[in-house]
């Protein structure tokens, strides 16, 4: 399948010598949400917005729905629908007027049919004539994304698109982006919600320091970055771990009451099961065990600390 975004050797070098891009690769497959993480000033901004057209790149070379994003600057941005963070709206017009003059500047046809769809599934229909000056922060940011899929765009990119939004708007927000997809639109995300990314996401990039640092299969990714915990809860305290247990690495917890177990998600259950039975030759007994998973947070957090 070919890909509908092609990164080839990116680079951004801004007037000042800061390299914001360096010799980025990336392939975005058609109808996939992607995720792209990183921390503040890591280069997630700055490479949607040259893949946009709005920031020239130094080097390098970009495809969008086969199209070149300079030589055949028209055709490549008229694929892409944009939710910047900022929200950039004429607040003296009124929702309807903006998202039409949007979509008349791609050069498409009037479609009141398809706007009204596309306001109704934001719950912006019934402030179609509100200006957007009256409009609450999180009505605003439908707007935006109203009007960035107001020329009926194949992929929509989505800069920090929740931030300081309620919780319902985040929730109604996601239910459409699932719908998008269905109907075959490909979404690329960055989130400080990392649990945003974790639910919605079908691929995960994370970028520091304007390198791409990691790109996986989100399941893939929490499979083989992820760690496991077993906590067991033991019926007597003891004072110290048992030398016998030394290769287990466990910690004692909760005042000598349980023992933690950290291990490896992809073979930890012949592992659990070596420990249960040395455990059962010291004489130590548990009541009951819990085992936690690490979240992609915590995967993200140790992948850019690693990268420092």
């Known amino acids: 399948m070919q890909p509908i975004i092609s990164v080839s050797h990116l680079s951004k070098t801004y ?7 360096k010799d980025i690769d990336l392939e975005i497959r058609p109808g996939e949400i992607f995720a792209l993480l ?6 997630k901004t700055t490479l949607i917005g040259v893949i946009c057209g709005i920031v020239n790149p ?4 970009i495809l969008a729905g086969g199209y070149d994003i300079i030589t055949e600057y028209r055709a490549a941005r008229s694929m892409i629908g944009l939710v910047p963070q900022e ?9 309807w007027a903006t998202v039409n003059f949007s979509r008349g500047l791609f050069g498409k046809k009037p479609n009141p049919g398809y706007l009204e769809k596309v306001l109704r599934d934001l719950s912006l229909w019934d402030k179609k004539d509100s200006k957007i000056m009256t409009l609450s922060g999180g009505m605003k940011r439908r707007v935006m994304i109203a009007k960035a899929l107001s020329h009926e765009p194949r992929i929509l990119f989505l800069d920090e698109p929740t931030a300081g939004v309620d919780v319902e708007l985040r929730r109604d927000m996601w239910e459409m982006v699932r719908g998008l997809r269905e109907g075959g639109v490909t979404i690329i995300l960055t989130t400080h919600y990392i649990d945003e990314a974790e639910e919605m996401a079908d691929r995960i990039g994370v970028i520091n320091n304007g390198e791409i640092v990691l790109i996986e299969e989100k399941a893939e990714l929490m499979r083989k970055l992820g760690k496991k915990q077993l906590t067991l809860q033991l019926r007597d305290r003891i004072e110290g771990v048992p030398g016998e247990l030394a290769d287990y690495h466990l910690e004692l917890a909760a005042e000598g009451t349980e023992l933690v177990y950290t291990y490896d998600a992809q073979n930890g259950r012949a592992d659990i099961a070596a420990l249960l039975a040395d455990l059962n030759g010291t004489g130590i007994r548990f009541k009951d065990l819990q085992t936690k998973q690490s ?3 915590e995967i993200f957090v140790n992948l850019v600390r690693e990268e420092r």
């Open 15 to 21: 007037a000042s010598g800061f390299r914001a891009l």
């Open 38 to 43: 990183g921390p503040n000033g890591a280069g």
């Open 58 to 61: 130094t080097k390098g070379e």
């Open 87 to 95: 929200l950039t709206t004429d607040s003296f017009e009124t929702v």
């Open 295 to 297: 979240s992609l947070e």
